[in-house]
């Protein structure tokens, strides 16, 4: 098959996010890297995507003559990712969804429920696809979780604990960093901060593993560097669709803390846990057995986790491997679309713009519910009701 050929907006020099996508892009060889806009500063951009080997008539200054310059071309490109600042999402993936280009959106997808819901709607008009990078669902042994849980080796899940908790906003002299201030205000971020950043990839990694959607939850929310006007800290309960009861904590002050995301499910014959900094171990304890280690990339595993597994065992696995594993799951659907064959839906795992629209109505409810000391709301989307 040839290459698919492939843009960015935003992650441009000094990003946090920009490296992990390009890395994860060429790691299985599918995609070129052909066209950018990667920086807010237009001459910045341009300089920079030149230097990444973009040909200079597709490195572009902004998001809007990077469309211009692409929808009519014979080679346009066949995927943007979009890792712009949140305000900016919904614009720039409906105008490449319009154009015919399959999009994967950094979360959170929106800011607001309509503008989630209206992406879900635009996507499936123009049958293109709307993905979503919750990255962290490709790493090999979340999809084993996820497999181990559907195929029933815990029994029916009773309750499953998450948290994505980390210290690197604690600093109160550090409120005036760009690339920390744009979180906390509302204009940039939308209506919530640390769990719009980080607690949804937590919730969306429960979803993910045990099958079940959000119903409802209680949320409260903190701000614990006064200064700021969203949250850096909040705690979420929540009851899942199949009678789940769900537990999520989410912090960027935790001071001690890296990067802090886990997952626990516990089920009626055994539990399962998973900690994103040490990823090539997955703990089980099936009832009334010893403990057992799983390690990446040893046998006997899901088909799910072999496919997902990039390096032999004992190697480490990193986040970009996991983000590679998104990539190659949207190249295979892009390739199964030239042929007009359907992809396989037991290896197409990538999160998709119905994923995004549950996220952004859960960011709402608990907004809700903390602004109302924690009364329970319900957290689907309008659309899913």
């Given at each position: 098959m040839k290459k698919l050929n492939w843009g960015m907006i935003g992650g441009g020099n000094g990003s946090q996010i920009g490296p992990a996508h390009r890395l994860a892009a060429g790691l299985d060889g599918h995609f070129s890297f052909v066209a950018g806009a990667l920086d807010h500063d237009p001459a910045a951009g341009r300089a920079f995507a030149q230097s990444l080997g973009i040909a200079a008539d597709r490195a572009y200054g902004d998001w809007r003559e990077m469309l211009e310059g692409e929808r009519n071309r014979a080679d346009k490109i066949d995927l943007v990712t979009v890792a712009t600042p949140n305000a900016t999402h919904y614009e720039i993936s409906k105008a490449f969804l319009q154009a015919g280009i399959t999009v994967l959106c950094e979360k959170p997808m929106t800011v607001t429920e309509g503008e989630a819901e209206d992406l879900v709607l635009t996507a499936r008009a123009s049958?293109?696809?709307?993905?979503?990078?919750?990255?962290?669902?490709?790493?090999?042994?979340?999809?084993?979780?996820?497999?181990?849980?559907?195929?029933?080796?815990?029994?029916?899940?009773?309750?499953?604990?998450?948290?994505?908790?980390?210290?690197?906003?604690?600093?109160?002299?550090?409120?005036?960093?760009?690339?920390?201030?744009?979180?906390?205000?509302?204009?940039?971020?939308?209506?919530?901060?640390?769990?719009?950043?980080?607690?949804?990839?937590?919730?969306?990694?429960?979803?993910?593993?045990?099958?079940?959607?959000?119903?409802?939850?209680?949320?409260?929310?903190?701000?614990?560097?006064?200064?700021?006007?969203?949250?850096?800290d909040a705690m979420v309960n929540f009851r899942m669709d199949g009678g789940t009861v769900g537990r999520l904590w989410t912090s960027s002050v935790a001071i001690g803390r890296q990067h802090g995301l886990a997952i626990q499910v516990f089920g009626e014959t055994g539990g399962l846990r998973w900690s994103q900094e040490q990823p090539n171990q997955l703990f089980y304890m099936p009832l009334g057995q010893r403990l057992q280690v799983i390690e990446r990339g040893e046998g006997n595993l899901s088909p799910e986790a072999d496919r997902a597994s990039r390096v032999t065992v004992g190697h480490a696995e990193g986040m970009p491997l996991a983000f590679g594993n998104i990539y190659r799951d949207l190249a295979e659907s892009l390739f199964a679309a030239r042929v007009d064959r359907a992809p396989d839906p037991a290896i197409s795992l990538f999160p998709t713009a119905e994923d995004g629209l549950r996220s952004i109505a859960a960011i709402h409810a608990a907004v809700a519910s903390a602004a109302q000391d924690g009364v329970w709301v319900d957290a689907r989307p309008a659309l899913f009701r």
């Open positions: 049958g293109v696809i709307c993905a979503v990078n919750y990255g962290y669902t490709g790493y090999a042994l979340v999809r084993h979780m996820r497999a181990m849980v559907a195929r029933g080796d815990i029994g029916r899940v009773r309750l499953v604990v998450a948290e994505f908790a980390h210290g690197h906003h604690a600093d109160e002299a550090d409120a005036n960093n760009p690339r920390v201030r744009w979180r906390y205000d509302p204009a940039q971020a939308g209506v919530s901060a640390q769990f719009a950043d980080c607690g949804i990839h937590a919730l969306h990694m429960a979803s993910f593993v045990t099958g079940q959607d959000v119903a409802k939850l209680s949320a409260d929310f903190a701000s614990c560097l006064p200064s700021r006007v969203l949250e850096d």
